[in-house]
């Protein structure tokens, strides 16, 4: 009997061995290879200036990536997987790559990151400078340098993060370029890039690219990236795979997964579908050292909270409330308690006696010493407003400012303490 891994492996070498050939005996084959021997660098920077040239903030290439049906369905599957490999959080330094005109580098500022484009053509700097007009606020901060194609324009340990959006298959030289990224990234910081597969120069988009404005179209190796990240002093890359263009099935065959699994035969569609896509576009990541694990991120925050008092007091003439909590950190992230996004505070919500919403933002309580490491425990004291309502409760909950309340995730929970419990003074 023909099992599933077995039928998987016959596919799989089916594929491989017939899979892509050399270049074809056309006469107007362009190697990209010797189109990079060929060119002077000068040459090829100007190439990609005179590409931009022509544009203006009303082009596709300023309006991405919803700058038409077709290709915001790619751009955004794309750019979903990119931003995943990021693994960013706000105020994160981040440069961008190959920024073109600063479509990706704004929104990078949309997102709270402090966001720098670089790119080698003077002509899309300009545009990308132009657009920050239209962004408002958020946009307003963000650098766009001009980038010589050998030395980023940045000091050394800079960044927390490098993002390459279909960027790094221009570049004339891929080691060096890889060895500008380890030299600006901060130890901890992380290199995410999404770009063609290892055939990319001899697809007739590409041919017809380097044919007509002599730019280069590479192909991109993961045998080769691995070799100069590790002599770069960068972990090995992570692939993030999925399915690049998803498939259509019937209503019924879907319903029926759940009654039965999925079938021998649909296993082996969906193994072929992906497959076949592995190298449509990369998505890989790249560390440099390892990534402090802390409270701008919410995965891995958790806490144990215990109410060791809460009664009504009275202060300069005005009543309050004194609460002292005892949190211990059982996740596996550092609370940050610099006033940043990520610190951790003691948030207080206010709820009627039936557990309505009334103020979300009651109150907060500072931590009083940190960063608190995974284990650790933080005694929490001070005094909330005594609320204006007769009945109420008070919900307590840690909360990493502009990142998550602890009580929304897996392995935490809030402490309630209802009004007419409170002891008095």
Known sequence: MLTLPSLLRRLLHSRRSSGHHGPPGDAG???????VEQLSHEQLLQSADQYFAGMNPASEQCRKPFSNPVDAVHLTRHLGLVLEAADLFRQARVLDF??????????????GCEAI???????????????????????????????????LPLPDASVDRIICFDAFHHVRDQRATI???????????????????????????????????????????????????????????????????PFVVDVDEFNAWDAQGVSLGFGARMWRTLDAQLTDGQCFYMLKGQPERDSRRADGLAAQLTLRSARRV???????????????????RHWIVA???????????????????????????RLPHGPVAPGQEVLIRGTVPLPAVERYRLQLDLVAEEVSWFGSLQGSSSLEVAGECLSLD
Request: net charge neutral; with cysteine; hydrophobic share 45%.
């Open 314 to 332: 009275s202060r300069a003439g005005a009543a309050q409330i004194e609460i002292e909590v005892q949190a211990r950190n059982t996740g596996n």
């Open 29 to 35: 084959f362009v190697d990209v290879r010797q189109l």
């Open 98 to 111: 190959g920024c073109a005109t600063g479509w990706l580098t704004m929104d990078l500022a949309q997102m």
């Open 117 to 151: 484009g670089v790119d080698i053509s003077p002509a899309a700097i300009r545009l990308a400078q132009a657009g920050k007009t239209e962004r408002g606020a958020a946009a307003a901060k963000v650098q766009f340098l001009v980038y010589d194609g050998h030395r």
């Open 179 to 245: 060895f500008e990224f380890a030299r600006v990234l901060k130890e901890g910081g992380r290199v995410a890039c999404m770009e063609p597969g290892p055939h990319h120069s001899k697809t007739p988009q590409s041919q017809a690219e380097m044919a007509r404005f002599k730019v280069i179209e590479n192909d991109v190796s993961m045998v080769d990236i691995a070799r100069h990240a590790a002599d770069a002093g960068l972990d090995r890359p992570q692939m993030v795979v999925q399915f690049q263009r």
């Open 339 to 365: 006033a940043m996004p990520g610190q951790v505070n003691l948030g207080v919500h206010l709820l009627s006696d039936q557990g309505r919403m009334i103020d979300h933002d009651h109150a907060r309580l």
